[in-house]
Protein backbone atom coordinates (compact mmCIF):
# COMPACT_ATOMS: atom_id res chain seq x y z
CA UNK A 1 0.00 0.00 0.00
CA UNK A 2 1.24 2.98 -0.95
CA UNK A 3 -0.25 6.35 0.71
CA UNK A 4 0.53 10.05 0.20
CA UNK A 5 0.01 13.04 1.63
CA UNK A 6 0.32 16.54 1.29
CA UNK A 7 -0.55 20.15 1.90
CA UNK A 8 -2.97 21.14 -1.42
CA UNK A 9 -4.90 24.57 -2.74
CA UNK A 10 -7.16 25.69 -5.39
CA UNK A 11 -8.35 28.97 -6.27
CA UNK A 12 -10.60 30.63 -3.74
CA UNK A 13 -9.51 28.12 -0.53
CA UNK A 14 -6.99 27.42 2.01
CA UNK A 15 -4.48 25.00 2.03
CA UNK A 16 -5.39 21.87 3.71
CA UNK A 17 -3.85 18.86 4.51
CA UNK A 18 -4.26 15.40 2.84
CA UNK A 19 -3.65 12.11 2.79
CA UNK A 20 -4.03 9.90 0.02
CA UNK A 21 -3.68 5.79 -0.78
CA UNK A 22 -2.83 4.37 -4.47
CA UNK A 23 -0.91 7.63 -4.74
CA UNK A 24 1.43 6.00 -7.50
CA UNK A 25 -1.27 4.52 -9.34
CA UNK A 26 -2.48 5.91 -12.77
CA UNK A 27 -4.64 8.32 -11.28
CA UNK A 28 -3.25 8.64 -7.96
CA UNK A 29 0.19 9.96 -9.96
CA UNK A 30 -1.75 12.67 -12.02
CA UNK A 31 -3.31 13.97 -8.84
CA UNK A 32 -0.41 14.43 -7.32
CA UNK A 33 1.47 15.95 -10.03
CA UNK A 34 -0.62 18.89 -10.44
CA UNK A 35 -0.19 19.22 -6.57
CA UNK A 36 2.98 19.07 -7.15
CA UNK A 37 3.57 21.84 -9.52
CA UNK A 38 1.46 23.84 -7.20
CA UNK A 39 5.01 23.44 -4.79
CA UNK A 40 2.82 21.71 -2.11
CA UNK A 41 4.50 19.92 0.50
CA UNK A 42 4.54 15.59 0.18
CA UNK A 43 5.11 13.05 2.66
CA UNK A 44 4.76 9.48 1.51
CA UNK A 45 3.76 6.33 3.15
CA UNK A 46 5.21 3.75 1.52
CA UNK A 47 6.82 0.14 2.05
CA UNK A 48 9.69 1.42 0.22
CA UNK A 49 10.25 5.06 1.89
CA UNK A 50 13.74 5.01 0.96
CA UNK A 51 12.59 4.76 -2.95
CA UNK A 52 10.94 8.19 -2.34
CA UNK A 53 13.22 11.11 -3.59
CA UNK A 54 13.55 14.83 -2.08
CA UNK A 55 11.48 16.92 -2.00
CA UNK A 56 9.68 14.58 -1.14
CA UNK A 57 9.51 12.85 2.64
CA UNK A 58 9.00 8.95 2.51
CA UNK A 59 8.08 7.06 5.99
CA UNK A 60 6.41 3.98 6.42
CA UNK A 61 3.45 3.96 8.36
CA UNK A 62 0.22 5.70 9.23
CA UNK A 63 1.54 5.72 13.16
CA UNK A 64 4.43 8.07 12.17
CA UNK A 65 2.10 10.19 10.92
CA UNK A 66 1.53 13.36 13.86
CA UNK A 67 -0.10 16.39 11.74
CA UNK A 68 -3.50 16.77 11.05
CA UNK A 69 -5.78 16.00 7.99
CA UNK A 70 -8.61 17.91 6.45
CA UNK A 71 -9.54 15.50 4.05
CA UNK A 72 -8.52 12.06 2.92
CA UNK A 73 -8.45 10.35 -0.40
CA UNK A 74 -8.23 6.85 -0.75
CA UNK A 75 -7.30 5.56 -4.02
CA UNK A 76 -5.94 2.07 -3.75
CA UNK A 77 -6.56 -1.02 -5.28
CA UNK A 78 -4.76 -3.40 -7.26
CA UNK A 79 -5.78 -2.93 -11.07
CA UNK A 80 -9.02 -4.54 -12.21
CA UNK A 81 -8.33 -5.07 -15.86
CA UNK A 82 -4.49 -6.43 -15.90
CA UNK A 83 -5.32 -9.76 -15.17
CA UNK A 84 -7.97 -12.89 -16.05
CA UNK A 85 -9.76 -13.06 -13.11
CA UNK A 86 -9.01 -16.58 -11.58
CA UNK A 87 -10.20 -17.06 -8.16
CA UNK A 88 -6.93 -16.09 -6.68
CA UNK A 89 -7.09 -12.83 -8.85
CA UNK A 90 -10.24 -12.26 -7.45
CA UNK A 91 -9.33 -12.49 -4.20
CA UNK A 92 -6.18 -9.93 -4.65
CA UNK A 93 -8.23 -7.52 -6.16
CA UNK A 94 -10.87 -7.78 -3.20
CA UNK A 95 -8.72 -7.77 -0.43
CA UNK A 96 -6.16 -5.37 -1.93
CA UNK A 97 -9.60 -2.17 -1.98
CA UNK A 98 -11.23 -3.79 1.62
CA UNK A 99 -8.07 -4.17 3.75
CA UNK A 100 -6.61 -0.63 3.09
CA UNK A 101 -9.88 1.03 3.09
CA UNK A 102 -10.41 -0.36 6.52
CA UNK A 103 -7.17 -0.45 7.78
CA UNK A 104 -7.80 4.27 7.10
CA UNK A 105 -11.14 3.52 9.37
CA UNK A 106 -8.80 1.95 12.29
CA UNK A 107 -6.80 5.08 11.44
CA UNK A 108 -9.84 7.24 12.12
CA UNK A 109 -11.09 5.59 14.72
CA UNK A 110 -7.49 5.73 16.85
CA UNK A 111 -6.61 9.59 15.90
CA UNK A 112 -8.80 12.44 18.23
CA UNK A 113 -9.22 14.98 15.36
CA UNK A 114 -10.84 13.51 12.13
CA UNK A 115 -10.47 14.69 8.69
CA UNK A 116 -13.40 17.16 7.45
CA UNK A 117 -13.62 14.70 4.14
CA UNK A 118 -13.18 11.16 3.41
CA UNK A 119 -12.83 10.58 -0.53
CA UNK A 120 -12.92 6.99 -1.15
CA UNK A 121 -12.61 5.55 -4.70
CA UNK A 122 -15.44 2.71 -6.04
CA UNK A 123 -16.01 2.29 -10.02
CA UNK A 124 -18.70 2.09 -12.16
CA UNK A 125 -19.02 -1.30 -12.48
CA UNK A 126 -20.93 -0.79 -8.83
CA UNK A 127 -24.25 -0.60 -11.25
CA UNK A 128 -23.79 -4.26 -12.38
CA UNK A 129 -24.02 -5.61 -15.96
CA UNK A 130 -27.35 -5.92 -17.00
CA UNK A 131 -28.37 -4.19 -20.58
CA UNK A 132 -29.96 -1.20 -20.38
CA UNK A 133 -30.24 1.92 -22.73
CA UNK A 134 -31.89 4.28 -19.64
CA UNK A 135 -29.93 6.50 -17.91
CA UNK A 136 -28.19 5.83 -14.48
CA UNK A 137 -27.29 8.57 -11.80
CA UNK A 138 -26.06 7.87 -8.48
CA UNK A 139 -29.51 6.22 -7.49
CA UNK A 140 -28.70 2.88 -9.34
CA UNK A 141 -29.24 -0.07 -7.95
CA UNK A 142 -26.19 -3.09 -8.49
CA UNK A 143 -26.39 -6.28 -9.12
CA UNK A 144 -24.93 -10.01 -8.31
CA UNK A 145 -21.97 -9.23 -11.02
CA UNK A 146 -18.41 -9.89 -9.63
CA UNK A 147 -17.63 -6.20 -10.70
CA UNK A 148 -20.79 -4.73 -8.28
CA UNK A 149 -19.86 -7.12 -5.37
CA UNK A 150 -16.63 -5.49 -5.30
CA UNK A 151 -17.72 -1.75 -5.14
CA UNK A 152 -20.60 -2.53 -2.71
CA UNK A 153 -18.37 -4.25 -0.04
CA UNK A 154 -15.39 -1.38 -0.54
CA UNK A 155 -18.59 1.36 -0.21
CA UNK A 156 -19.74 -0.43 3.14
CA UNK A 157 -16.17 -0.06 4.79
CA UNK A 158 -15.81 3.43 3.40
CA UNK A 159 -19.41 4.16 4.69
CA UNK A 160 -18.01 3.65 8.63
CA UNK A 161 -16.33 6.74 8.08
CA UNK A 162 -19.78 8.63 8.55
CA UNK A 163 -20.92 8.03 12.14
CA UNK A 164 -17.32 9.13 13.18
CA UNK A 165 -18.63 12.73 11.58
CA UNK A 166 -16.46 12.48 8.51
CA UNK A 167 -18.73 13.68 5.50
CA UNK A 168 -17.96 10.59 3.15
CA UNK A 169 -17.66 10.67 -0.13
CA UNK A 170 -17.92 7.43 -3.07
CA UNK A 171 -16.25 8.17 -6.11
CA UNK A 172 -17.31 5.78 -8.77
CA UNK A 173 -14.73 6.26 -11.55
CA UNK A 174 -15.84 5.28 -15.56
CA UNK A 175 -13.14 4.68 -18.36
CA UNK A 176 -10.37 7.33 -17.29
CA UNK A 177 -8.78 8.98 -20.65
CA UNK A 178 -5.32 9.90 -19.74
CA UNK A 179 -1.45 8.82 -20.20
CA UNK A 180 -2.34 5.20 -18.81
CA UNK A 181 -5.28 3.40 -17.85
CA UNK A 182 -7.81 1.61 -19.99
CA UNK A 183 -6.63 4.23 -23.28
CA UNK A 184 -3.12 2.97 -23.01
CA UNK A 185 -4.18 -0.77 -23.54
CA UNK A 186 -6.32 0.53 -26.60
CA UNK A 187 -4.07 2.43 -28.27
CA UNK A 188 -1.64 0.04 -29.71
CA UNK A 189 -3.71 -1.85 -31.75
CA UNK A 190 -6.11 1.12 -32.77
CA UNK A 191 -2.50 2.99 -34.53
CA UNK A 192 -1.68 -0.29 -36.67
CA UNK A 193 -5.10 0.65 -37.79
CA UNK A 194 -6.38 -3.37 -36.51
CA UNK A 195 -8.86 -1.35 -34.03
CA UNK A 196 -12.55 -2.05 -33.99
CA UNK A 197 -15.83 -2.52 -31.98
CA UNK A 198 -15.69 -4.78 -28.96
CA UNK A 199 -18.92 -7.39 -29.36
CA UNK A 200 -21.89 -5.82 -30.99
CA UNK A 201 -20.28 -2.55 -30.21
CA UNK A 202 -24.15 -1.79 -28.61
CA UNK A 203 -22.03 -1.80 -24.89
CA UNK A 204 -21.88 1.58 -23.34
CA UNK A 205 -18.57 3.30 -22.28
CA UNK A 206 -19.14 5.94 -19.75
CA UNK A 207 -15.83 7.95 -19.98
CA UNK A 208 -13.74 11.10 -18.21
CA UNK A 209 -10.80 13.08 -18.97
CA UNK A 210 -8.18 13.14 -16.27
CA UNK A 211 -8.39 16.54 -15.81
CA UNK A 212 -12.05 16.28 -14.75
CA UNK A 213 -11.78 13.50 -12.61
CA UNK A 214 -9.39 14.99 -10.68
CA UNK A 215 -11.16 18.50 -10.63
CA UNK A 216 -14.29 16.69 -9.31
CA UNK A 217 -12.18 15.04 -6.20
CA UNK A 218 -10.88 18.69 -5.55
CA UNK A 219 -14.42 20.07 -5.69
CA UNK A 220 -15.53 17.48 -3.38
CA UNK A 221 -13.41 18.72 -0.97
CA UNK A 222 -14.14 22.57 -1.18
CA UNK A 223 -18.11 21.40 -1.04
CA UNK A 224 -19.04 20.65 2.12
CA UNK A 225 -22.92 19.62 0.14
CA UNK A 226 -21.35 16.60 -1.19
CA UNK A 227 -21.68 13.44 0.27
CA UNK A 228 -22.36 9.66 -0.66
CA UNK A 229 -21.95 8.56 -4.63
CA UNK A 230 -20.40 10.37 -6.94
CA UNK A 231 -20.61 9.34 -10.08
CA UNK A 232 -16.66 10.00 -11.60
CA UNK A 233 -17.90 10.01 -15.62
CA UNK A 234 -18.20 12.77 -18.32
CA UNK A 235 -22.02 13.80 -19.30
CA UNK A 236 -21.74 12.14 -22.85
CA UNK A 237 -21.23 8.59 -22.30
CA UNK A 238 -21.57 6.92 -26.19
CA UNK A 239 -21.47 3.11 -27.27
CA UNK A 240 -18.47 1.21 -27.92
CA UNK A 241 -19.08 1.84 -31.56
CA UNK A 242 -19.23 5.62 -30.96
CA UNK A 243 -15.54 5.24 -29.32
CA UNK A 244 -13.95 3.02 -31.53
CA UNK A 245 -14.97 5.38 -34.30
CA UNK A 246 -13.81 8.90 -32.44
CA UNK A 247 -10.54 6.87 -31.79
CA UNK A 248 -10.16 5.87 -35.00
CA UNK A 249 -10.81 9.47 -36.44
CA UNK A 250 -8.47 11.22 -33.88
CA UNK A 251 -5.69 8.60 -34.96
CA UNK A 252 -6.59 8.57 -38.66
CA UNK A 253 -6.78 5.07 -38.75
CA UNK A 254 -9.43 2.44 -39.83
CA UNK A 255 -11.32 0.82 -37.45
CA UNK A 256 -12.55 -2.15 -39.39
CA UNK A 257 -11.39 -5.23 -36.75
CA UNK A 258 -14.02 -5.87 -34.49
CA UNK A 259 -13.30 -7.98 -31.75
CA UNK A 260 -16.30 -10.68 -31.16
CA UNK A 261 -17.75 -11.09 -28.03
CA UNK A 262 -16.96 -14.85 -28.54
CA UNK A 263 -13.21 -14.36 -28.23
CA UNK A 264 -13.10 -12.17 -25.58
CA UNK A 265 -15.22 -14.25 -23.41
CA UNK A 266 -12.27 -17.08 -24.53
CA UNK A 267 -9.22 -15.14 -23.84
CA UNK A 268 -10.56 -13.23 -21.18
CA UNK A 269 -12.85 -14.99 -19.24
CA UNK A 270 -15.52 -13.55 -17.10
CA UNK A 271 -13.18 -10.57 -17.00
CA UNK A 272 -14.03 -9.63 -20.47
CA UNK A 273 -17.83 -10.42 -20.03
CA UNK A 274 -18.23 -7.82 -17.36
CA UNK A 275 -15.97 -5.04 -18.21
CA UNK A 276 -15.67 -5.24 -22.22
CA UNK A 277 -19.14 -6.25 -23.06
CA UNK A 278 -20.77 -4.79 -20.75
CA UNK A 279 -21.60 -1.65 -19.71
CA UNK A 280 -24.00 1.10 -18.64
CA UNK A 281 -25.21 4.98 -19.59
CA UNK A 282 -24.13 6.47 -16.39
CA UNK A 283 -24.06 10.56 -16.02
CA UNK A 284 -22.88 12.77 -13.56
CA UNK A 285 -25.78 13.81 -11.97
CA UNK A 286 -24.60 14.63 -8.08
CA UNK A 287 -21.74 16.93 -9.17
CA UNK A 288 -23.64 18.82 -12.15
CA UNK A 289 -26.36 19.68 -9.94
CA UNK A 290 -23.56 21.07 -7.27
CA UNK A 291 -22.11 23.25 -10.10
CA UNK A 292 -19.14 21.34 -11.29
CA UNK A 293 -18.23 22.36 -15.18
CA UNK A 294 -16.66 19.61 -17.47
CA UNK A 295 -13.42 21.20 -18.98
CA UNK A 296 -14.24 17.67 -21.57
CA UNK A 297 -17.60 16.62 -22.79
CA UNK A 298 -17.20 15.90 -25.88
CA UNK A 299 -15.52 12.21 -25.99
CA UNK A 300 -13.33 13.22 -29.47
CA UNK A 301 -11.87 16.38 -27.78
CA UNK A 302 -10.96 14.57 -24.91
CA UNK A 303 -9.28 12.09 -26.75
CA UNK A 304 -7.46 14.72 -29.40
CA UNK A 305 -6.04 15.94 -25.63
CA UNK A 306 -4.96 12.98 -24.44
CA UNK A 307 -3.05 11.13 -27.57
Known amino acids: MAIICFQVSYPGAKKMN??????????????CSRLVEDQHHLVVVSRHPERIKPPVQGI?????????FDAVINLAGEPIV??????QQKQRILS?????????????????TKPHVFISGSAIGYYGTGRTND??????????????QICRQWEAIALKAEPMGIRTCLL???????????????????????????GSGTQWMSWIHIRDLIGIILYCIEHDGIQGP????????????????????????????????????????QMGEELLLAGKKILPRKIQDAGYAFLFE???EALADVV
Not at 96 to 112: G, H, K, P, V, W
Open 18 to 31: ILITGGTGFIGSAL
Open 60 to 68: DSLANLDMV
Open 82 to 87: NKRWTD
Open 96 to 112: SRLDTTQALIDYFARIE
Open 135 to 148: PIDETGAGDDSFSS
Open 172 to 198: RTGVVLGNGGALAKMLTPFKLGAGGRM
Open 230 to 269: VNGTAPGPVTNQQFTKALGRVLNRPTIFPMPAAAIKLLMG
Open 298 to 300: DLE
